[in-house]
């Protein structure tokens, strides 16, 4: 059974400070797909970044960055120089490639940047 | 190209009263799925389907049922409303055709059942 766990709940920072995000995922398939989505206080859920089981190159886009370790079942999500725009609920997600495209989603961290 | 469309985006319904939550999509995706997302909670999967014609139960199924009998369409009704189905409900699609992807939300339906 997959499982996904995001023990913070709530970050605050300020304007300009860097936010990490924790995600730890559980799995017993070797292929696995890692995302993380963005839900505004509009409420829709915005794509933001998507991983493949074999491929651990940690990337950065523009303010995004993320840290994919499989040793440690870890997907860390870096905002660096928050912005207001960026308070919002993230959502780390899991699917394994034989389980039909499911998605299982962590709790959310709520992210609140103040100027 | 408007994606995931869902309707309607409000509603409230009365305890034992039934409705269709209205879900389509235009890219094409064999994948479709229903979440439910309760307040300060994640997303729980109600049902989902690979494909016209086979949809299959998710985590919380109880309460609903689907259909899909066309690739674009991916209704969602529920039966005899009760107030534990008070949430906000999405519908996402998504293409497993050889290549990942993520999952495309629509925007949400809000659902009150009194």
């Known amino acids: 059974a997959q499982k996904v766990t995001q023990a913070q709940t709530e970050i605050s920072v300020v304007e300009k400070e860097d936010v990490t995000l924790d995600c730890v995922y559980e799995?017993?398939?070797?292929?696995?797909?890692l995302f993380w989505y963005k839900q505004p206080p509009s409420g829709e859920l915005v794509f933001l970044i998507r991983?493949?089981?074999?491929?651990?190159q940690n990337e950065i886009s523009g303010r995004y960055s993320w840290n994919f370790q499989k040793s440690t079942s870890s997907f860390n999500f870096t905002i660096t120089a928050s912005q207001v725009v960026d308070s919002a609920v993230y959502f780390c997600?899991?699917?394994?490639?034989?389980?039909?495209?499911?998605?299982?989603f962590g709790a959310g961290t709520q992210v609140v940047v103040t100027p | 190209n408007a994606g995931v469309t869902q309707t309607p985006k409000f509603r409230i319904l009365k305890i034992g009263q039934s409705m269709t939550l209205q879900c389509t999509q235009d890219m094409n995706h064999n994948y479709m799925y229903w979440y439910r997302q309760d307040p300060g909670m994640g997303l729980k999967l109600i049902y989902y389907?690979?494909?016209?014609?086979?949809?299959d139960k998710g985590e919380v199924p109880n309460g609903y049922n689907v259909s899909r009998s066309t690739t674009e369409d991916f209704p969602l009704r529920l039966e005899l409303a009760a107030p534990s189905q008070t949430s906000v409900y999405f519908c996402a699609s998504s293409n497993r055709q050889g290549i990942d992807t993520e999952a495309f939300f629509g925007q949400g339906t809000r659902l009150t059942v009194v």
């Open positions: 799995t017993r398939d070797t292929t696995y797909y």
């Open positions: 991983r493949n089981s074999f491929d651990e």
């Open positions: 389907s690979v494909g016209a014609g086979i949809t």
């Open positions: 997600a899991l699917s394994e490639a034989d389980s039909w495209g499911k998605f299982q």
